[in-house]
């Protein structure tokens, strides 16, 4: 994919260290490792969550191995999924992972408008995405704006985002979130619980959000 750049942001920063061989240790260093010790949120709480709001007719972005979509236990077998993610190395191991679903895979950007998808999605998730994000909460404004844009009337925006603020309580984890934001992994040094919900009102109505160690957990409706 050609790089673009939006006022002066990479926004290819996030999702191009996730190669072949890195995913393959993905869910073992994300799932299995950082969530307990580094951030302080049990998996099972971020599988719960996404369980509690996913439906049949869901649209991922940020698929990264397929992990949440695969464990989903509301999905029925004629699920209408689709994966959508910058990276094709992500696109392809999610799709591969998720085959019985038979997904849709869009390669896009989350810094423009998604031009390839035609029927909404009545739920729409970005676990674990935004804290990869460069820039501001403009950025963060237009990226909920662009996917809400592809969801049903009333349908469902949700995810997960690490914060940078506070910082994580665990000596260990503020180690390795300082060192992700100095590599461009993350870019959440500025994002903190006000400045999630700011975001994403401008999108979103009867959003609710829970913190757990590091964790925001997010819903909201389409307006
Ligand atoms: C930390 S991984 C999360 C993977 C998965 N959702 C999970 O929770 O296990 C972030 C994902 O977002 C994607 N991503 C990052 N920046 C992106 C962008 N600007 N546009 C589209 N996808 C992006 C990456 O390629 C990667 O698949």
């Given at each position: 994919m050609p790089s673009i750049n939006t006022d002066n942001l990479d926004v290819n920063s996030g999702h191009q260290v996730y190669t072949p061989k890195l995913l393959?240790?993905?869910?073992l260093i994300v799932h299995g490792v950082s969530n307990r010790w580094f951030w302080s949120c049990p998996t099972q709480l971020l599988e719960a969550w996404f369980d509690d709001h996913a439906t049949n007719n869901h649209l991922d972005i940020g698929v990264g191995t397929g992990f949440f979509l695969d464990r989903c236990s509301v999905f029925s077998p004629d699920a209408r999924i689709g994966l959508l993610d910058a990276n094709p190395n992500c696109l392809a191991a999610a799709a591969k992972r998720i085959e019985r679903y038979h997904p849709e895979t869009i390669q896009a950007n989350l810094a423009e408008p998604f031009e390839q998808l035609t029927e909404p999605f009545t739920s729409v998730s970005l676990m674990y995405v935004l804290h990869c994000l460069p820039g501001d909460q403009a950025f963060r404004k237009r990226v909920i704006e662009h996917a809400s844009a592809v969801l049903t009337k009333d349908g469902k925006l949700f995810g997960a985002t690490l914060l940078g603020k506070p910082s994580p309580t665990s000596w260990l984890g503020r180690q390795v979130m300082a060192s992700y934001?100095?590599?461009?992994?993350?870019?959440?040094e500025q994002d903190t619980l006000e400045s999630l919900k700011e975001v994403l009102e401008t999108s979103l109505v009867d959003i609710e959000i829970q913190q757990v160690g590091s964790v925001a957990l997010f819903v909201g409706r389409n307006s």
């Open positions: 393959r240790w993905y869910d934001n100095r590599k461009g992994i993350f870019g959440n």
